[in-house]
Every structure is written in structure tokens, then in C-alpha cells.
């Protein structure tokens, strides 16, 4: 009697076998799926415009090509300008200086007139040096200077010298005659005077023989 009642209070064998070989954890087992939380970031994600993502690249490479078009197209009106305003500052320029010139040909062709019918040469000589003055006065308006040449020591930057002369009268290298004059515009040189200049004489011939003979002579 007692081992039946000992047999039958044990628990059957699978039932063991079954609790040791069933290892699930009862909250891992009961504990409900969760779906898996979006990711966040800083990023806006792209934005479906119905023909792909926005390429954001491309957009700023087309920015920064329209904005270097309108910089270029600025310069070159800038440019177009600039050229426009310096040709009209030299035709104003131009205008000035024939407006200052236009009394000189006024009284030149007063000058020719009156030595046609002029009785004594003298008169037609004293116009045409009136007008000379006139023009002359209305140059150094302008800026335009007389380079001087005769008599001065020849000097390679304003002065071109087209001949040489042999003379004891004169310093070697001094302008003994003027043959076009030159011009200085401001600081800036117009044109070079044409001179000859004063050059040291060489020896005679006989005299460079008979130094020769005395020397042989001598030794």
C-alpha cells in the first residue's frame, strides 16, 4: 500500500524531460513584438516631387552659373561704358583744342588777304607775325612748349642731331643751328628738335706729318 501511494505521487518522466528541455524564458516568451523606431536625424529627408529627389547640388550649381553670368555681364557693360566715356572725354578734348586754334586761321586768312592788295611788304610781314604771337600765346594754353635748342648744350632726350659741325667758335656739343624745332607737350615730349651740332676740329693733315717727322727727328 505505501509504495503504490509513493509511485503514484512522483511526477510522470516527460513531464520532467519536457520542463528540463524547455529553456524559453517566460517574459522573453510572453513579451509582446514591437516594430523597430524610425531613425532621426538632422537632415531633412528629400522631399518626392513626383520626377525623383530634389538634387540639391544641382541646384546650387545652377545658382552660382546664373549669378556668374550676371557678374560677367555686368563687367562687360561696365567695360562697354568705360570705353564709351574715354572716347567721348578725347573728342571733347580735341574739340577745346580746335576751338583755342580757330582765331589763329581766322587772322591767317585775314593775313593772306590783305598782302594781296598790300602796297608795302613790311605790313604783310607785321601780320604774319601778329598771328605767329597769337598762336604761340594760344600753345602755352594749351600745354604746348618751344624746346630750346640754339645755343644750348645738346641734350639726347629733347634734342636729335642730324649733323655735326667742326668749329673752335663754339664748345663741342653746343647747338649751333636749330633746323626743326622740337615740342614738349605738358611733361611729355611732342617732338625732338632737329639740330647741328658744335664739334671739336681734327688736325691738318700737314700738321699730323710734321709732328710725325719731328718725333723721328728728335730720336
Known sequence: MNSNNETSSKPPAEAIVNAAGDDTKPSEASAPETAAAPKTSGEAAPTDTGNGPVD????????LREQLLRTAADFDNFRKRARREMEDARTRGKDEAVKD?????????????????????????????????????TAERMGLKRIKALGERFDPAVHEAIQQQETDAQAPGTILTEVVPGYMFGQRLLRASMVVVARKPTKPA??????????????
Request: proline share 2%; aromatic share 4%.
Open 206 to 219: 700737314t700738321e699730323i706729318n710734321s709732328g710725325a717727322n719731328g718725333e723721328a727727328k728728335g730720336s
Open 101 to 137: 586754334l580757330l582765331p589763329v586761321f581766322d587772322n591767317l586768312e585775314r593775313a593772306v588777304a590783305a598782302a594781296e592788295n598790300a602796297q608795302a611788304i613790311s605790313s604783310v610781314i607785321e601780320g604774319v607775325k601778329m598771328v605767329l604771337k597769337l598762336f604761340e600765346d
Open 56 to 63: 540639391t547640388a544641382a541646384s546650387e550649381r545652377d545658382q
